[in-house]
Nanobody
Framework: QVQVVESGGGLVQAGGSLRLSCTVS????????MGWFRRAPGKEREGVAY????????HYAASVKGRFTISRDNAKHTVYLQMNSLNSDDTAKYYC????????????????WGQGTQVTVSS
């Protein structure tokens, strides 16, 4: 059984930083593409950052590029999202997703999802 578990959310002041973690079990992590998504109240789900397996290519939403960094540690079956220069627009529940295919992540059709972790940025 595949499990995807996020952690690291919380309350942070505008301009601050947080690092989210997502640990996956039950699949070959090194062969899995990973992504971070978020959903703010009243808004649609947004893909934030993605990282492929192998050469670990990364992709970012324009809204976070230059502020967020996605990385992975295959030995720990964990993907991270370092979030810097946070602002109120970043307030959302953040979800981690896993799929063998990057295209499924990019189109929001990933197979495996976590329960999410809340990030709240106070101004």
């Amino acid at each position: 059984q595949v499990q995807v578990v996020e952690s690291g959310g919380g309350l942070v002041q505008a301009g601050g930083s947080l690092r989210l973690s997502c640990t996956v079990s039950g699949l070959r992590f090194a062969d899995t593409a990973m992504g971070w998504f978020r959903r703010a109240p009243g808004k649609e789900r947004e893909g934030v950052a993605y990282i492929n397996w192998g050469p670990a290519n990364t992709h970012y939403a324009a809204s976070v590029k230059g502020r967020f960094t996605i990385s992975r540690d295959n030995a720990k079956h964990t993907v991270y999202l370092q979030m810097n220069s946070l602002n109120s627009d970043d307030t959302a529940k953040y979800y981690c997703a896993a799929d063998r295919l990057m295209t499924n992540l990019l189109t929001g059709r990933a197979i495996h999802w976590g329960q999410g972790t809340q990030v709240t940025v106070s101004s």
